[in-house]
């Protein structure tokens, strides 16, 4: 078997078995070695493959604004996040709003605050929702992103893309959920309607936090071992390789996918819950042992109702 058909055989046998990406980084290392970084192939890539782990820092960076298209001010312009990051850090040291002994994802929230106006006089005041948003996303940042500087800079922006870029979007998630749940299933959707459950659901936790928290990493294993294996990808990963990668890369809407996909995943447990309060109680939990292909089939409808990005030449 010549080499060409080797590797033909295996992108489709991949592919088959639920393998995405596994021979795209060779296609992404072209794209980042363009200088000045072309943006909107880089987000083209983004929206169709999952970002290899030892990429996407970097590629999130670029699409976040944190760094500029052009590689020879890269060095340059991180030095200034380091250092800023360092001020901004030893200011609410100073004041006495973190310690040693903060937790991580607390210093972050309280940089967040300072640095957006918004730091309460006592580090003792109640958080505001927006807080524990902030919280929840930086958390499961935490867990992808291992230097703080770039998980505080990735997580800053990326929640400020939320409330930027998106805060016209994610408030109309809710309707564009409904609307596919009816194509996909009208029966488990006229069930919600009937248990009046339809305006309960948490959609705080799927499209505020953007699913951070709600996904558990343990239920991910048994269908990804050997998928992170091939693809040098950690299961902590998992969310943002399948779902944050589109949500950075400018698409709000595969958080429409990923709910509908819960809803058609755990149809028949729903459809046996007779009240709006025990159904949302039970989406805002979900089993460990039954989410394992969640996304990876949101995906598939996302690309299903919206199309698969192509590369620009």
């Not at 058909?5 to 991949?14: A, G, I, K, L, P």
């Not at 030893?90 to 210093?107: G, I, K, S, Y």
């Not at 400018?250 to 509908?260: E, H, N, R, T, W």
């Amino acid at each position: 078997m010549t080499d060409d058909s080797q590797r033909n055989f295996r992108s489709v046998y991949y592919e088959k078995v639920g393998f995405r990406g596994v021979e795209e980084k060779k296609s992404l290392e072209i794209l980042l070695k363009d200088d000045p970084l072309d943006i909107e192939k880089l987000c083209t890539f983004s929206q169709r493959f999952p970002l290899p782990s030892m990429y996407r820092a970097l590629v999130w960076k670029v699409l976040l604004g944190i760094l500029p298209p052009h590689h020879d001010s890269h060095a340059k312009v991180m030095a200034y996040r380091k250092d800023q990051y360092s001020d901004v850090l030893h200011a609410l040291t100073v004041v006495r709003f973190v310690n040693d002994a903060t937790p991580q994802v607390e210093v972050y929230l309280r940089m967040y605050q300072l640095e957006s106006g918004k730091l309460p006089r006592s580090p003792s005041f109640p958080l505001e929702p927006e807080d524990d948003v902030f919280l929840a996303i930086a958390k499961a940042m935490e867990e992808m992103v291992e230097d703080s500087v770039d998980c505080y800079w990735i997580t800053r922006c990326f929640v400020k893309q939320l409330n930027s870029k998106f805060r016209d979007s994610l408030p109309q998630l809710p309707k564009a959920f409904e609307q596919y749940l009816n194509l996909e299933d009208s029966r488990l959707l006229s069930h919600l309607k009937t248990c009046s459950a339809v305006s309960k659901l948490p959609y705080d936790l799927w499209f505020k936090r953007c699913f951070a928290g709600c996904l558990p990493e343990s239920s991910l294993q048994r269908y990804v071992f050997s998928y992170c294996i091939q693809a040098a990808w950690s299961l902590k990963e998992f969310l943002a390789l399948m779902v944050w990668d589109k949500v950075v890369s400018g698409s709000c809407k595969i958080l429409v996918f990923v709910a509908v996909e819960i809803l058609l995943t755990f149809k028949m447990k729903v459809m046996a819950l007779s009240s709006a309060e025990k159904i949302t109680k039970f989406l805002e939990n979900i089993p460990q042992d039954s989410s394992d292909a969640i996304v990876s089939k949101a995906i598939d409808l996302w690309h299903k109702h919206c199309g698969t990005p192509v590369h620009s030449a």
